[in-house]
């Protein structure tokens, strides 16, 4: 499979069943309504094991703008894939909201919470602090990017010729479990605050998706955080990457 498919399919995997708990727990009359966090934090990690397992071997699963930044800054990627890389996670970003919106449609019409239906698509802060949200998903995705730097192991080549470099990633059933529980214990320790993007096309793609389906008596898609949880993510996944970096040419 093209890696530039794989990882738009991850990435459609990814948000389908992310956003898929969500619409779960919060919309009205689902067989989950009401299960709460634990519920959530378990399906987003479930999610992205399951995002990981099916494409890794293609594309290396990145299925994450920030990961892929911070993999070419540690230069376990070539930077002349990452616009194509991101472009591709956006694309399936948006396809995957649109797909969980298609699959709980009647539970949409059904919920009378404008916020309800928006947490389905994006994240939202507990307290509506710009700086100190900013802060709290750039240290979520700093312990995501270097935990996945330093647990996966390198299986992808990236680039062709004296630019082809190896990329650190969760590739197969090892790789896809170790992604996950990451994903699930940063929600469980580390997402009550903001809702823990940790993934710029996690949020944006599906904050396009809002903005632009027809989803019944929906909100505005809250444009004014959307900076948030993609410069955060990205932060956060430089700075993890640079101390792996360092680490390496030290030892």
């Known amino acids: 499979m093209n890696p530039l498919l794989a990882e738009f399919i991850g990435t459609a995997i990814l948000i389908l069943l992310g956003n898929g708990v969500v619409a779960n727990v919060v919309l009205k009359g689902t067989k989950g309504n009401g299960g709460g966090w634990i ?3 378990a399906g987003w990690g479930f999610a992205v094991y399951t995002a990981v397992l099916c494409v890794g071997e293609f594309s290396g699963a990145h299925i994450n703008p920030a990961v892929t930044v911070g993999l070419a800054v540690a230069e376990k990627f070539a930077w002349d894939d990452v616009a194509g890389f991101v472009a591709a996670q956006m694309a399936g970003a948006i396809t995957g909201a649109a797909l969980t919106f298609l699959f709980y449609q009647p539970h949409y019409a059904a919920t009378a919470d404008a916020d309800a239906k928006l947490a389905t698509f994006c994240t939202a802060p507990t307290f ?27 299986q992808f080549s990236s680039g062709s010729g004296a630019n082809a470099q190896t990329v650190k990633v969760g590739l197969g ?14 929600g469980l320790c580390l997402g009550g605050t903001t ?21 019944p008596g929906k909100r505005d898609s809250d444009w004014s955080y959307a900076p ?15 101390l792996f970096a360092a680490q390496q040419q030290t030892g």
């Open 39 to 41: 519920v959530i934090c």
């Open 228 to 242: 948030v949880p993609v410069i955060g993510p990205i932060a956060g996944a430089v700075l993890a990457a640079m």
């Open 128 to 154: 509506r602090l710009l700086p100190w949200n900013l802060l709290c998903e750039t240290i979520a995705t700093f312990v995501l990017v270097y935990a996945v730097l330093l647990t996966t192991d390198p």
């Open 173 to 186: 059933s090892i790789g896809a479990i170790r992604v996950g529980l990451i994903v699930f214990a940063i």
């Open 195 to 215: 809702g823990y993007a940790i993934n710029p096309a996690r949020d944006l793609g599906p904050r396009i998706a809002h903005a632009v389906l027809p989803v």
